[in-house]
């Protein structure tokens, strides 16, 4: 489906004072740098937790109201990425996903986590695989790639590659990130987007860093899911049935790749845990079930 540029509301206070009082940020100091994350929940002597790895785009804060519904059941940190929010940035110019994975792994050390589902959301699913298959494989107990990107590291794409990179880095300069805040979130919804929806797609847009955002083009371009499959945990891969900029088509692809279980989001576009908070957070608290149970993919 086509999208036109639509100027996205701004959040009620309700949203904002929830995520203040129910989702703040916090902050870890790790060995590269300060890291920072949002919590909710509370972890029993040697459980699980649920982490959450936020897409380009976005930050700590879009996972809100599924982290919420899943407090109840455990620990759920989202963190903001390097070079998101308040966390320090990587030191490489063009990072890849293994320095991501690094920072992640020095965060999960700091706050103790022992063993987590991990959860990455877009390009964050490029984190979370990378992470898995070396550093977090005894760690994670269970992967759950939402609206996956495969990367544009293949020699193969090298043409889009570039397209890719000379795109994101023109408009970023165009517009800026205030620019691409107002007008690009119904491209990241389904056909309807609720109000509230674009609302909060915006809010988490508008609070990215450049210098940041222009490591993770970087690392989009330079990364390839491939060398992370197969991976040595089980792992399951959803997306949005009405997702324009990971289509279904090529989440299913990834799947396959991983020979992993697939699932559609009904009515739900890209940022599907900002849409469908509701249908996420039922889809971790199955995968937080199958992996605190021992059972293999459904």
């Given at each position: 489906?086509?999208h036109?540029?639509?100027?996205?509301?701004?959040?009620?206070?309700?949203?904002?004072?929830?995520l203040?009082?129910?989702?703040?940020?916090?902050?870890?100091?790790?060995?590269?740098?300060?890291?920072?994350?949002?919590?909710?929940?509370?972890?029993?002597?040697?459980?699980t937790?649920?982490?959450?790895?936020h897409g380009?785009?976005?930050g700590?804060?879009?996972?809100l109201?599924a982290?919420?519904r899943l407090?109840?059941?455990?620990r759920v940190?989202?963190?903001?990425?390097?070079?998101?929010?308040n966390?320090a940035?990587?030191?490489?110019?063009?990072?890849?996903?293994?320095?991501?994975?690094?920072?992640?792994?020095?965060m999960l050390d700091a706050?103790?986590?022992e063993?987590?589902?991990?959860?990455?959301?877009?390009?964050?699913?490029?984190?979370?695989?990378?992470?898995a298959?070396?550093l977090?494989k005894?760690?994670?107990?269970?992967?759950v790639?939402l609206?996956?990107t495969?990367?544009?590291?293949?020699?193969?794409?090298a043409e889009?590659?570039?397209?890719?990179?000379?795109?994101?880095?023109?408009?970023?300069?165009?517009?800026?990130?205030?620019g691409?805040?107002r007008?690009?979130p119904?491209?990241?919804?389904?056909?309807?987007?609720?109000?509230?929806?674009l609302?909060w797609?915006?809010w988490?847009?508008?609070?990215l860093?450049t210098?940041?955002?222009?490591?993770?083009i970087?690392?989009?371009?330079n990364?390839?899911m491939?060398r992370?499959?197969?991976?040595?945990?089980?792992?399951e891969v959803?997306?949005?049935?009405?997702?324009t900029?990971t289509?279904?088509?090529?989440?299913?692809?990834i799947a396959?790749?991983?020979?992993?279980?697939?699932?559609?989001?009904a009515?739900?576009?890209?940022?599907c845990h900002?849409?469908?908070?509701e249908?996420?957070?039922a889809?971790l608290?199955n995968?937080?079930?199958?992996?605190?149970?021992?059972?293999a993919?459904?």
């Open positions: 489906m086509m036109t540029d639509t100027l996205a509301p701004e959040p009620s206070p309700e949203t904002l004072q929830l203040d009082s129910r989702f703040a940020e916090r902050s870890v100091q790790t060995a590269d740098g300060v890291q920072c994350y949002r919590e909710a929940g509370s972890l029993p002597a040697g459980g937790a649920v982490v959450l790895l380009i785009g976005s700590a804060g879009s996972w109201h982290a919420l407090a109840a059941r455990t940190i989202a963190w903001d990425a390097p070079g998101y929010g966390s940035r990587l030191q490489p110019a063009s990072p890849g996903a293994e320095d991501y994975a690094a920072r992640l792994h020095q706050l103790g986590i063993r987590c589902v991990l959860a990455g959301h877009s390009l964050g699913t490029l984190m979370a695989t990378a992470y298959h070396d977090g005894k760690r994670v107990a269970r992967l790639l609206s996956p495969r990367g544009y590291g293949n020699p193969a794409l889009r590659q570039q397209a890719v990179r000379a795109e994101r880095l023109r408009t970023l300069d165009e517009v800026g990130i205030a691409m805040a007008t690009r119904a491209k990241m919804l389904s056909s309807k987007p609720a109000p509230e929806a609302a797609v915006r988490n847009m508008e609070r860093d210098a940041g955002y222009r490591q993770a970087e690392m989009l371009c990364a390839d491939a992370y499959a197969p991976a040595p945990v089980p792992v959803h997306s949005g049935d009405e997702d900029v289509v279904p088509a090529n989440c299913r692809a396959e790749m991983f020979g992993a279980p697939y699932g559609s989001i009515v739900s576009g890209h940022a900002i849409e469908r908070p249908a996420i957070a889809i608290e995968a937080y079930a199958a992996a605190t149970a021992g059972a993919p459904n």
